[in-house]
């Protein structure tokens, strides 16, 4: 490896760069029907956790800026899967919830996880394993489900 330390082939990061892209690009086919991107769904999938929260608190949680977060907390609830509150006691935080249609949506969104196993041809242990060994570039501890 010492002759090829600087091949492309042999890069971390390219490895993960075109991995985060093909993650995207697979899920794509699986949310389209549900009338979402991925990272809409990364929002829902915050917010079935836990609503509501604020728009702060979901940017930490996603590792996304607020500004970023922003046009896609706009674009949910221009489709009614959310809503966006000011606080009464800090007019300054912005708090998003999920409406009926929200949660309701959580339902049809079981199926992506298997879905995207069955795309890729891995167990949930496979993927559990690939996301665990990721979780340390994320920041992040490992979680017992897979997502």
Not at 58 to 72: D, F, K, V
Not at 74 to 86: D, H, I, N, P
Not at 117 to 135: F, N, P
Request: proline share 5%; hydrophobic share 45%.
């Amino acid at each position: 490896m010492t002759e090829n330390v600087l091949a492309l082939e042999n890069q971390l990061c390219f490895a993960v760069v075109t991995a985060a892209r093909n993650v995207v690009a697979l899920y794509r086919p699986v949310l389209e029907p549900l009338g979402l991107t991925h990272p809409q769904y990364l929002v829902l999938l915050a917010l079935w956790e836990r609503s509501p929260r604020s728009l702060g608190d979901l940017a930490g949680e996603l590792a996304m800026e607020p500004a970023t977060l922003s046009p896609l907390i706009k674009r949910l609830e221009s489709q009614g899967r959310v809503t966006r509150t000011r606080r009464t006691d800090d007019e300054r935080v912005l708090d998003i919830a999920l409406t009926e249609q929200g949660e309701a949506l959580r339902k049809d969104a079981l199926q992506v996880p298997h879905q995207i196993m069955e795309r890729v041809g891995m167990d949930s242990a496979e993927i559990m394993a690939v996301r665990d060994a990721l979780v340390r570039f994320a920041g992040r501890a490992p979680v017992a489900a897979a997502g």
